[in-house]
């Protein structure tokens, strides 16, 4: 049986590779010059640049299925943040997984947020470990701001820690997007480690890609325009070359504009974009391992990110590389985002000299857009997402569209869509 799958990103590898393994004849297809879509790491002058800031969860339940971890050389965040507030930092952590004790006394002593909030916090991550991921997502859904509100959490909480933390996962600073992603995210981030792999995040679907790329079944550069459909059955598609590849069954396991493009079936509407600024410092701009959370209620950088103190094998022997994380994507050029950036950074390290000299001879490595960084959730978004079986006989959907937006919805949504697909060419 021959299978088709359109998109190289990590649901339609997770597919493929399921696919190929189970026997089938499968051949993948993805539009550009390399695997990952969003997941993704560039070379630049010996740095390496993952598209737009990411993390991966190790708690995640597919990543654990799907990867193998050991293999990856992964390096952890700290399992605490640096609040920036009015030009001052505070660090909070998370007591049940941080074993510094300079960072846990900071953090209570910290008076960016109240007291009482640092022990809400320890008594919802404590929750959450209690339960299981289902429970967790079962019963009516409310915005995550609403959530917040109601476990008793301060407007100081929110605003200072809340909104540029969660806000900088889910893209939106509202806070608007369902509560069941910011329990799930929770829970992960309380069962496991925030990581990197040491030579970037596209080595998670360079691992996922290598037995389809030793067995040939690979292609690269190859772009589908239409669906091909022969007696009220999708059997194939048309590539921009002009010619045809057939197939029993046909994956899309593309951005939802590109799958709704494609099908003509309904898809989410609303997409989160967002931008990153890529620098490079001789000297670093902070010690540690933690990421910074811009509180201010205007920033423009939310969330800055010291890639090579975490992993070293993102910058060469004698720099210091940070990912500056926008949220949204700026209609300025590039010189604009870039000197808005500074301007931000600098804030955020007014009183410490030599942060302010190491950003005045930074370099800036690299401006990334990502357009389509997330789809909307908002409550009650989930159960109505499309299923990994289409309308259209033969043609079935792998990526983020049919679960969440996240690395682990991705892998999940390419195992269900292999999983409908053998059940269904073996009838």
């Not at 960072?103 to 909030?117: H, W």
């Not at 079962?138 to 605003?159: C, H, K, N, V």
């Not at 950074?345 to 190491?358: D, E, H, Q, S, Y």
């Not at 997402?385 to 289409?390: I, K, S």
Request: aromatic share 6%.
């Amino acid at each position: 049986m021959q299978v088709l799958v359109i998109g190289g990103g990590v649901a339609g590898l997770v597919c493929a590779r399921t696919l190929h393994r189970k026997g089938y004849e499968v051949t993948l297809i993805e539009a550009t010059d390399g695997l990952g879509g969003r997941v993704r790491s560039d070379q630049v002058d010996g740095f390496i640049l993952d598209r737009g800031f990411q993390v991966l969860f190790t708690a995640y339940p597919a990543v654990q299925r799907q990867l193998q971890l050991s293999a990856l050389d992964l390096r952890a965040f700290d399992p605490s943040a640096i609040v920036v507030w009015q030009g001052r930092h505070f660090v909070l952590t998370d007591p049940l997984r941080d074993r510094n004790l300079a960072a846990l006394a900071g953090a209570v002593l910290a008076s960016v947020v109240p007291f009482s909030d640092k022990l809400r916090t320890l008594q919802v991550a404590l929750r959450m470990r209690r339960h299981t991921i289902d429970d967790l997502l079962a019963g009516p859904d409310r915005t995550t701001i609403e959530e917040l509100r109601a476990l008793g959490f301060s407007t100081q909480m929110i605003d200072r820690f809340f909104r540029p933390f969660f806000g900088g996962i889910f893209l939106d600073r509202s806070l608007q997007t369902s509560a069941k992603c910011f329990r799930f995210n929770f829970k992960m981030m309380s069962d496991g480690e925030t990581v990197v792999p040491n030579r970037g995040m596209g080595a998670i679907a360079e691992q996922l890609a290598t037995d389809l790329r030793t067995a040939g079944r690979i292609r690269l550069n190859t772009r589908a325009v239409a669906l091909v459909e022969e007696s009220g059955r999708v059997c194939g598609v048309r590539l921009a070359d002009g010619s045809t590849m057939m197939a029993d069954a046909v994956v899309l396991a593309t951005p939802a504009p590109e799958t709704a493009r494609l099908s003509g079936l309904p898809m989410p509407e609303g997409q989160l974009g967002s931008a990153c600024v890529w620098l490079a410092t001789r000297q670093p701009l902070y010690r540690g391992k933690k990421l910074i959370l811009n509180a201010d209620e205007k920033a423009f950088v939310n969330t800055l990110a010291p890639m090579s103190a975490v992993a070293p094998g993102y910058a060469p022997a004698g720099w210091h590389l940070y990912a500056a994380a926008i949220l949204g994507v700026p209609e300025q050029d590039d010189s604009t985002v870039v000197a808005r950036t500074m301007v931000d950074l600098n804030r955020m390290f007014i009183n410490k000299a030599t942060a302010t000299t190491a950003l005045a001879n930074a370099r800036i490595l690299r401006v990334d857009r990502i357009p389509f960084s997330q789809f909307r959730q908002p409550p009650g978004l989930h159960p109505n997402l499309p299923d990994n079986r289409t309308e259209r006989r033969g043609l079935y959907l792998a990526g983020e569209v049919t679960e969440a937006s996240s690395i682990n919805a991705a892998m999940l949504s390419g195992e269900r869509c292999a999983e409908a697909i053998q059940v269904d060419l073996s009838r």
